[in-house]
């Protein structure tokens, strides 16, 4: 049964279009919330979500299927199916807008509530701040964006703070923002504040300038050596581009390390 926080009423309704085999999420605008190629739906289609996933390499192999995966926003459900449905993980999924949910079970196989899934109809920063457990999540990928796709919506201090505080001593969250926009060093810099005693990096912008931030909770980046031979086996596991993911690490721009 899906656990259920009442919504603002003003939220922008859910609508899906089609297009050489791929249905796309949208929120009342053309700008694509999520997609899923419909041959192979749990297989990740956008290029930035597949980077979302990018948490695989700061995870040691032997645990990478272990624990509990959240994720803050639910989009076209990509990163849900391949959490629940192809790692068999643990997986909590929080989305405020109740078209959204309603358009990934009609439409993007939302995976059937159970003992290793649920939903969570609620604002994320509610769900941190009175729902997650301290310590209690181990992968937490954050994608939350308005129906324009501006900004994220939920960008604060506090917010990273909370986000921090929920991830178990090692876990790692990865953070969708926007590399071109003007915001972007203050949500490292609030990211990297939050995360004070372990390892912020980011992946370099796609195309479309979404960079992937990645945050591991006081434990350091471990060698190169280690990280190309997860990539490797991550890569042959899962067929996601793990070993491009590598190439494509980045430090914090030095400005990053200015007060918030």
Excluded at 54 to 79: K, N, T
Excluded at 119 to 129: G, I, K, P, R, S
Excluded at 236 to 259: C, E, G, Q
């Amino acid at each position: 049964m899906t656990t259920k926080k009442k919504a603002a009423p003003d939220l922008a309704p859910a609508t899906t279009s089609e297009h050489a085999g791929v249905r796309y999420l949208h929120l009342g605008t053309p700008w694509v919330q999520g997609a899923m190629r419909l041959r192979k739906p749990q297989a990740i289609e956008l290029e930035y979500v597949q980077r979302m996933m990018a948490w695989m390499l700061l995870r040691p192999s032997a645990e990478l299927e272990q624990g509990h995966a959240v994720q803050l926003g639910l989009g076209a459900g990509a990163i849900t199916r391949f959490t629940q449905g192809v790692m068999k993980m643990q997986t909590t999924v929080v989305e405020l807008n109740p078209s959204v949910i309603a358009a990934n079970r009609m439409s993007f196989r939302l995976p059937a509530e159970g003992e290793r899934f649920r939903v969570l109809e609620m604002d994320a920063q509610h769900y941190l701040d009175e729902v997650a457990e301290p310590a209690s999540i181990d992968v937490l990928c954050v994608d939350l964006y308005d129906h324009e796709a501006a900004g994220p919506v939920l960008d604060s201090a506090a917010f990273y703070a909370a986000c921090a505080r929920a991830l178990g001593e090692g876990g790692v969250m990865s953070v969708n923002l926007f590399g071109r926009h003007a915001s972007f060093e203050r949500s490292a810099r609030r990211i990297a504040a939050a995360f004070k005693g372990g390892t912020v990096i980011s992946l370099q912008p796609t195309r479309e300038g979404n960079t992937i931030v990645l945050a591991l909770k006081h434990a350091k980046l471990p060698e190169r050596e280690e990280l190309a031979a997860r990539a490797q086996r991550i890569d042959t596991a899962y067929a996601l581009p793990a070993r491009k993911w590598l190439r494509m690490i980045r430090p914090l721009p030095d400005t990053v390390a200015a007060p918030a």
